[in-house]
């Protein structure tokens, strides 16, 4: 097959304790899914909303990230993000665990400032939540070896000071409902992520800044701002 421009690179999620890596194909994230950051943004509990990524914004392993240009307001949203190895359509909630090869912690980089104007004039959200390197995440705990997680703190810190502090187990729609509701959409299929939504405690980053996050269970992820 001949290639008019050089073909993508696919981009790939490493798996705590082996040598495979996880192929990414779609990003899809849930929108206010903690009852406490629905209340922080201004929305109480509706119905889960989508929006996605593309899979190269994504920053396996996280580390140096360029802060992104046009924003004068980019905040951090820690997340657990579930990587599916199988999928369907119209997927039964007693059924959609067993689409899931595993787990891992995210972080969605939002431009705060592009999404309120965005929001304002009922205009996508891509260049606030798709743009470049938007997407770090760490490596993937097999669900094999960690269970589907239930419960476990989650937390993120910037420059060594705690700002988001929560729990998994607070989440409006917990996995199962997630893949299932959003099944009804979309044909789900493996290599596909789903972010599911921060706790309370969003806070504007700078460059400079240093951030740590993890969830019980799952793993730790580290970026700086450059």
């Given at each position: 097959m001949d290639f008019a421009v050089p073909p993508i690179a696919q981009t790939v999620l490493a798996i705590a304790g082996g040598q495979a890596v996880?192929?990414?194909?779609?990003?899809?994230?849930?929108?206010?899914?903690?009852?406490?950051?629905?209340?922080e943004m201004g929305d109480g509990r509706t119905p889960p909303?989508?929006?996605?990524?593309?899979?190269?914004?994504?920053?396996?392993?996280?580390?140096?990230?360029?802060?992104?240009?046009?924003?004068?307001?980019?905040?951090?949203?820690?997340?657990?993000?579930?990587?599916l190895r199988g999928g369907g359509a119209d997927i039964p909630v007693e059924r959609a665990l067993d689409c899931v090869f595993g787990y891992a912690v995210g972080i969605d980089l939002t431009r705060?400032?592009?999404?309120?104007?965005a929001k304002e004039k009922g205009r996508?959200?891509?260049?606030?939540k798709g743009f470049d390197r938007s997407g770090p995440i760490g490596a993937l705990a097999p669900a094999a070896q960690c269970g589907h997680p239930a419960g476990g703190r989650i937390w993120l810190k910037v420059n060594g000071n705690v700002k988001q502090?929560?729990?998994?187990?607070?989440?409006?729609?917990?996995?199962a409902?997630?893949?299932?509701?959003?099944?009804?959409?979309?044909?789900?299929?493996?290599?596909?992520?789903?972010?599911t939504g921060t706790p309370a405690g969003v806070s504007t980053v700078a460059r400079g800044d240093?951030?740590?996050?993890?969830?019980?269970?799952?793993?730790?992820l580290e970026i700086e701002l450059v």
């Open positions: 996880f192929p990414v194909r779609r990003v899809y994230c849930v929108g206010q899914n903690y009852a406490d950051h629905a209340a909303f989508f929006f996605g990524k593309p899979a190269d914004a994504l920053v396996p392993g996280g580390g140096k990230i360029a802060y992104p240009p046009r924003t004068a307001n980019l905040q951090h949203e820690v997340e657990l993000v579930a990587a705060r400032d592009l999404q309120a104007q996508p959200w891509e260049m606030a502090d929560g729990d998994i187990g607070r989440m409006t729609w917990n996995v409902e997630i893949i299932a509701n959003l099944s009804t959409y979309v044909t789900l299929a493996a290599g596909d992520l789903i972010f240093s951030l740590e996050c993890g969830i019980d269970g799952v793993g730790r």
